[in-house]
């Protein structure tokens, strides 16, 4: 079946390290992205890429760093910088660039907790 | 630079009473808007959407929503809720068709009493 993975759906993590949390898609989109979601905030975007070895930051990007290796994979990395890591984490994919009429495919999340 | 407004935080209905969930929006362009909606700690399920066309959406579910461009909003109706509709509904805008990423409200947490 053609989806979004994210793994591991929870995480625990020590003040003061760096923790990845992993995106695959075989959907063939071009186009993925990561969300935070913080009770009663929404979604915000954090970054976003639309084609490999290329990426964009979005609204909330300090304190994160992604990459773009492969067309299927869109790992976030939450560094020691991010003061508040505590978060549900979504990812998400969509089929192709500016201008396409097409809604993003959402994967079940990475709940990651700092302890 | 877009945003979304959801006015209600919680909404408790009856099941078989009729639902409607507010979206406001800013944006200067012609947007595109999405509902989606989430189990909890689950991921986002797309509810429907508007690009263009005709200003009533059909969606899953039973849902529908209706795309207002003078009042700036986009809000979805269910004539009648069931029990497994309980979830957090999100409402959000999108530029480039989405390919930016979306702005999505804060959420309307839905409550279907027996």
């Known amino acids: 079946d053609g989806g979004i993975t994210q793994s591991p759906k929870y995480l625990f993590r020590k003040e003061g390290q760096n923790v990845t949390l992993s995106c695959e898609q075989n959907?063939?989109?071009?186009?993925m992205y990561w969300y935070r979601q913080d009770p009663g905030q929404g979604l915000r975007l954090i970054y976003y890429?639309?084609?490999?070895?290329?990426?964009q930051k979005g609204d909330i990007a300090e304190g994160y760093s992604v990459s773009r290796e492969k067309k299927e994979s869109f790992p976030l990395t939450v560094t020691s910088a991010q003061k508040n890591p505590t978060a549900f984490y979504l990812c998400?994919?969509?089929?192709?660039?500016?201008?396409?009429?097409?809604?993003?495919?959402f994967g079940q999340g990475t709940r990651l907790t700092v302890v | 630079a877009q945003s979304v407004t959801q006015p209600d935080i919680h909404i408790t209905v009856s099941e078989g009473a009729s639902l409607e969930l507010r979206c406001n929006y800013s944006?200067?362009?012609?947007?595109?808007l999405f509902w989606y909606v989430q189990s909890p700690g689950q991921g986002l399920q797309l509810l429907l959407k508007?690009?263009?066309?005709?200003?009533l959406v059909q969606g899953i579910k039973g849902f529908e929503a209706e795309f207002k461009r003078s009042q700036s909003s986009f809000n979805v109706r269910k004539p009648s809720v069931h029990w497994s509709d309980a979830a957090e509904y999100f409402c959000?805008?999108?530029?480039?068709?989405?390919?930016?990423?979306?702005?999505f409200g804060k959420g309307t947490h839905l409550i279907i009493q027996p």
């Open positions: 944006y200067g362009a012609t947007p595109y």
């Open positions: 959000a805008v999108g530029t480039g068709g989405g390919a930016d990423g979306l702005t």
């Open positions: 890429s639309q084609i490999v070895n290329d990426f």
């Open positions: 508007y690009f263009s066309g005709d200003t």
């Open positions: 959907l063939n989109h071009d186009a």
């Open positions: 998400a994919s969509s089929i192709a660039g500016r201008g396409s009429n097409t809604e993003a495919f």
